[in-house]
T-cell receptor, first 110, second 113 residues
Framework: GDSVTQMEGPVTLSEEAFLTINCTYT??????LFWYVQYPGEGLQLLLK?????DKGSNKGFEATYRKETTSFHLEKGSVQVSDSAVYFC?????????FGTGTRLLVSP | ETGVTQSPTHLIKTRGQQVTLRCSSQ?????VSWYQQALGQGPQFIFQ?????ENGRGNFPPRFSGLQFPNYSSELNVNALELDDSALYLC????WGLGYEQYFGPGTRLTVT
């Protein structure tokens, strides 16, 4: 079945450092890909999405490109802030349900 | 535009009891999906409702059941609660169809003792 694999955390960075969180997927067909963010004690917020190969999703300085050849959707940000500290989930969606990775906790220190 | 809302926020139940969780979908969204998120894990798909009928289910036993109402709001019912049912239950709404993103509510934290 469909699955998503994320790098394990926590990822610990200093403010203004470059961020990469790796995500690879296995799926039949051509899923849409998403990054969601979860702040402590809250639900999931959609961060960005891409619906087809070579699409780049971007939002709030975060970017991810849908790479069909490597089945990847890595999340990047050029300069992280303390307020970016949260858990990040990579997910894919076929027609119906979202399939999530296990999440990567990001900790950004001043 | 009102987002997805869920109630209650927190709930404590005893093993063997039954619980009902509620979700109001975002305006214009006719599809509701429920997910279970155990501590430290990613959300797992429970089931989806469209046109008041269950439209797909994940690997959850029949004691997890649901309803969708004509206004697209939804309920998740869990019977015979077990300790492992302790989790954050997330509701997500979306339009019906391929490629639409799902928008999540804040969740209901269920603790079973």
């Amino acid at each position: 079945g469909d699955s998503v694999t994320q790098m394990e955390g926590p990822v610990t960075l200093s403010e203004e450092a470059f961020l990469t969180i790796n995500c690879t997927y296995t799926a039949t067909g051509y899923p849409s890909l998403f990054w969601y963010v979860q702040y402590p004690g809250e639900g999931l917020q959609l961060l960005l999405k891409a619906t087809k190969a070579d699409d780049k999703g971007s939002n709030k300085g975060f970017e991810a490109t849908y790479r069909k050849e490597t089945t990847s959707f890595h999340l990047e940000k050029g300069s992280v802030q303390v307020s970016d500290s949260a858990v990040y989930f990579c997910a894919l969606k076929g027609f119906q349900k979202l399939v999530f990775g296990t999440g990567t906790r990001l900790l950004v220190s001043p | 535009e009102t987002g997805v809302t869920q109630s209650p926020t927190h709930l404590i139940k005893t093993r063997g009891q039954q619980v009902t969780l509620r979700c109001s979908s975002q305006s214009g969204h006719n599809t509701v999906s429920w997910y279970q998120q155990a501590l430290g894990q990613g959300p797992q798909f429970i089931f989806q409702y469209y046109r008041e009928e269950e439209n797909g289910r994940g690997n959850f036993p029949p004691r997890f059941s649901g309803l969708q109402f004509p206004n697209y709001s939804s309920e998740l019912n869990v019977n015979a609660l077990e300790l492992d049912d302790s989790a954050l239950y997330l509701c997500a709404s979306s339009p019906w169809g391929l490629g639409y993103e799902q928008y999540f509510g804040p969740g209901t934290r269920l603790t079973v003792t």
